[in-house]
């Protein structure tokens, strides 16, 4: 999974390795660390990478390559 990881494009790669550390996405919280605030992107934008990361690292893992 970690050598699937590392072949995403940087932006899915990071948003991946966040999520993982417990960042969430967005907080009503305004001094929360968040990844669309550490990112500079809307809510929208982030999940939208995240689900194209899971979408390729599931098709990465089903096929057994890594890229």
């Given at each position: 999974?970690?050598?699937?990881?590392?072949?995403?494009?940087?932006?899915?790669?990071?948003?991946?390795?966040?999520?993982?550390?417990?960042i969430?996405?967005?907080?009503?919280?305004?001094?929360?660390?968040?990844?669309a605030?550490?990112?500079?992107?809307?809510?929208?934008?982030?999940?939208?990478?995240?689900?194209?990361?899971?979408?390729?690292?599931?098709?990465?893992?089903?096929?057994?390559?890594?890229l």
């Amino acid at each position: 999974l970690n050598e699937a990881i590392k072949s995403l494009p940087i932006e899915q790669r990071t948003i991946v390795e966040m999520i993982g550390n417990n960042i969430p996405i967005d907080s009503k919280d305004p001094s929360a660390v968040t990844i669309a605030k550490t990112l500079g992107r809307s809510e929208k934008t982030i999940r939208l990478h995240r689900d194209q990361a899971y979408l390729a690292l599931e098709t990465m893992l089903k096929k057994g390559k890594v890229l």
